[in-house]
């Protein structure tokens, strides 16, 4: 069963910076696509960015276009995604996720998540 663990949320001033962490257990990058959600409070779930190695892609959603960036290590079964200049609207609970299928940021493609990790931005 491949289990997925985010890490390095926390809490952040606009403007500021952080770089969350998804390692897997068992998956390989190259073939399992690997999306970022996030859900505020009161709020659904939205796909945040996605990346596949095998198909050679990566999609954003347009509000974190240029200042998000998705990467994976294949060595570490790890995919990171680097937020920068972040704005009070990027406050959520980021969400990992992995699939076969590939990069998608509909969640209901993706059938593996992780449990979450807290991002607030505030000053």
């Known amino acids: 069963q491949l289990q997925l663990v985010e890490s390095g949320g926390g809490l952040v001033q606009p403007g500021g910076s952080l770089r969350l962490s998804c390692a897997g257990s068992i998956f390989t990058l190259d073939y399992y696509a690997v999306a970022w959600f996030r859900q505020a409070p009161g709020k659904e779930r939205e796909g945040v960015s996605c990346?596949?190695?095998?198909?050679?892609?990566?999609y954003y959603k347009n509000s974190v276009k240029g200042r998000f960036t998705i990467s994976g290590d294949g060595a570490k079964n790890t995919v990171y995604l680097e937020m920068n200049s972040l704005k009070p609207e990027d406050t959520a609970v980021y969400y990992c996720?992995?699939?076969?299928?590939?990069?998608?940021?509909?969640?209901?493609?993706?059938?593996?998540w992780g449990q979450g990790t807290q991002v607030t931005v505030s000053s």
């Open positions: 996720a992995a699939d076969l299928k590939g990069c998608t940021l509909d969640p209901i493609q993706y059938d593996f």
């Open positions: 990346i596949s190695s095998r198909d050679n892609k990566s």
